[in-house]
């Protein structure tokens, strides 16, 4: 999906709040004796992690939590997600605000930010809520706005409808140049819009939208927060500033398809294999003895390495227990050169007709788009009596490589447990960073 020339045609921007009270409001807000929003002279070390309301945000709360602690990054709330990240036990960083209407107030209520980004648009009565706060205000690019701020120095942020996308480009003036997105769905996700209660969106009329073959439902405003949000992204691209988007929903399909492009998931693999980097470590074969430990007990003759990369964790597993192992990817130039066990092309979210006693999946399924996740557990188990699984919790380092995000279902431990519940887990551990299944067909 691109964005279209009439867009505006299509989906309309149609403001909540008239042109007269906004640009009263920006014009009482700028008399305060706040400190306007500038430019960073200075790049930013980590990573800005906005977050939003969409339901899949759920999911990332703990990964959100373990990074801000881990002093990766710093947090940004917007409307609702402020409630939904107190809650959770996560003080943002930032609070951003656009809207303009009274009713916003009740997002100040909910919870507590270090610092405050308000826009000159907002009500009056949320300044005088926020007295004591640590507040910036910043104007968004409004028509008018130029003739209220006049020769003072300012930042105009724009960059789209909604406070999603101006929270990229606020955080970006204030120099950080690694953004990752968290709840920026954009579409309804079994009737539901938000992670949380909001009021304000009941009855809201949606329509449906399809990309890549898949359909979303969505409001009219988040379908044109999903389409800007490819001007967004690449005029801060132009600029070298890298945006991620996690989870699932219309915005993060299109995301997906911009990083990739045309490329096809096997091709996306094949370029990362080129790399000599993305070889430097093997998960496969850093598990191979703690799979061989679970497997003790059982009658096996031959194992089969799901998702294989470079064969050097199926190595390890012969040289263990002299097994037959059998290699399964989807990338043909994944294998080290001195791997030579028998090896098979196959796409894991297809029927394989590869057999064996043992399954082997280390580091796999977090690169699994989520709404294929089931499948691919259900492939491996159809080719194997009893399989290990090892995942990865957190987001890739590596993806940088070719531009585009490989770890598609970073969720916590719990949320696997639920994908394995219809199969018998005799053996289940986890770390913050890795999840271990050992599973058997009943």
Same mark, same amino acid.
């Given at each position: 999906?691109?964005?279209?020339?009439?867009?505006?045609?299509?989906?309309?921007?149609?403001?909540?709040?008239?042109?007269?009270?906004?640009?009263?409001?920006?014009?009482?807000?700028?008399?305060?004796?706040?400190?306007?929003?500038?430019?960073?002279?200075?790049?930013?070390?980590?990573?800005?992690?906005?977050?939003?309301?969409?339901?899949?945000?759920?999911?990332?709360?703990?990964?959100?939590?373990?990074?801000?602690?881990?002093?990766?990054?710093?947090?940004?709330?917007?409307?609702?997600?402020?409630?939904?990240?107190?809650?959770?036990?996560?003080?943002?960083?930032?609070?951003?605000m656009l809207d303009a209407r009274k009713d916003n107030?009740?997002?100040?209520?909910?919870?507590?930010?270090?610092?405050?980004?308000?826009?000159?648009?907002?009500?009056?009565?949320?300044?005088?809520?926020?007295?004591?706060?640590?507040?910036?205000?910043?104007?968004?690019?409004?028509?008018?706005?130029?003739?209220?701020?006049?020769?003072?120095?300012?930042?105009?942020?724009?960059?789209?409808?909604?406070?999603?996308?101006?929270?990229?480009?606020?955080?970006?003036?204030?120099?950080?140049?690694?953004?990752?997105?968290?709840?920026?769905?954009?579409?309804?996700?079994?009737?539901?819009?938000?992670?949380?209660?909001?009021?304000? &969106?009941?009855?809201?009329?949606? &329509?449906?939208?399809?990309?890549?073959?898949?359909?979303?439902?969505?409001?009219?405003?988040?379908?044109?927060?999903?389409?800007?949000?490819?001007?967004?992204?690449?005029?801060?691209?132009?600029?070298?500033?890298?945006?991620?988007?996690?989870?699932?929903?219309?915005?993060?399909?299109?995301?997906?398809?911009?990083?990739?492009?045309?490329?096809?998931?096997?091709?996306?693999?094949?370029?990362?294999?080129?790399?000599?980097?993305?070889?430097?470590?093997?998960?496969?074969?850093?598990?191979?003895a703690h799979f061989v430990s679970l497997c003790a007990?059982?009658?096996?003759?031959?194992?089969?390495?799901?998702?294989?990369?470079?064969?050097?964790?199926?190595?390890?597993?012969?040289?263990?227990?002299?097994?037959?192992?059998?290699?399964?990817?989807?990338?043909?130039?994944?294998?080290?050169?001195?791997?030579?066990?028998?090896?098979?092309?196959?796409?894991?979210?297809?029927?394989?007709?590869?057999?064996?006693?043992?399954?082997?999946?280390?580091?796999?399924?977090?690169?699994?788009?989520?709404?294929?996740?089931?499948?691919?557990?259900?492939?491996?188990?159809?080719?194997?009596?009893?399989?290990?699984?090892?995942?990865?919790?957190?987001?890739?380092?590596?993806?940088?490589?070719?531009?585009?995000?490989?770890?598609?279902?970073?969720?916590?431990?719990?949320?696997?447990?639920?994908?394995?519940?219809?199969?018998?887990?005799?053996?289940?551990?986890?770390?913050?960073?890795?999840?271990?299944?050992?599973?058997? &067909?009943?």
């Open positions: 999906m691109i964005l279209p020339s009439n867009l505006d045609d299509m989906i309309p921007a149609s403001c909540n709040t008239g042109d007269a009270e906004i640009l009263a409001n920006m014009r009482l807000a700028s008399d305060l004796p706040l400190s306007w929003l500038r430019m960073s002279e200075d790049t930013c070390s980590g990573t800005a992690m906005i977050v939003g309301g969409g339901p899949s945000v759920r999911a990332f709360l703990p990964t959100i939590k373990a990074r801000q602690q881990a002093g990766e990054g710093v947090v940004v709330a917007m409307n609702g997600s402020l409630g939904m990240l107190t809650q959770a036990g996560i003080t943002p960083d930032f609070f951003v107030l009740d997002f100040l209520a909910r919870g507590k930010a270090d610092h405050y980004l308000i826009a000159s648009q907002c009500h009056p009565d949320c300044f005088i809520a926020l007295a004591g706060s640590d507040v910036t205000l910043w104007h968004p690019n409004y028509k008018g706005v130029q003739d209220i701020v006049g020769d003072r120095e300012c930042v105009l942020i724009g960059g789209g409808t909604t406070v999603g996308l101006q929270s990229m480009s606020l955080m970006f003036a204030k120099g950080y140049r690694s953004i990752d997105l968290y709840g920026f769905d954009s579409s309804y996700i079994d009737r539901v819009g938000h992670a949380y209660s909001q009021p304000m &969106n009941v009855g809201e009329r949606t &329509n449906d939208y399809v990309v890549n073959g898949k359909t979303f439902t969505a409001a009219s405003w988040m379908a044109r927060q999903a389409m800007e949000f490819q001007t967004t992204v690449s005029q801060l691209a132009e600029a070298d500033c890298v945006v991620s988007v996690h989870g699932f929903g219309l915005l993060p399909e299109i995301a997906r398809n911009m990083a990739l492009g045309a490329m096809t998931e096997a091709q996306k693999y094949a370029a990362m294999w080129d790399h000599p980097a993305y070889r430097g470590h093997s998960p496969g074969e850093d598990a191979a007990g059982h009658s096996i003759s031959r194992a089969i390495d799901f998702g294989c990369g470079t064969g050097r964790g199926g190595k390890a597993i012969h040289a263990l227990t002299g097994w037959d192992v059998c290699l399964v990817d989807f990338a043909p130039n994944c294998l080290d050169e001195d791997v030579s066990f028998p090896f098979v092309t196959a796409d894991l979210s297809q029927p394989m007709t590869v057999q064996g006693d043992v399954g082997y999946c280390t580091d796999v399924l977090e690169h699994i788009p989520p709404e294929q996740v089931a499948r691919v557990i259900e492939n491996v188990m159809s080719c194997v009596g009893m399989a290990f699984f090892q995942i990865s919790l957190v987001p890739d380092s590596m993806g940088a490589l070719i531009g585009a995000p490989l770890h598609l279902s970073v969720f916590p431990a719990s949320w696997w447990a639920q994908k394995f519940a219809g199969y018998g887990i005799p053996h289940f551990s986890h770390t913050d960073t890795e999840a271990r299944f050992f599973v058997v &067909n009943h």
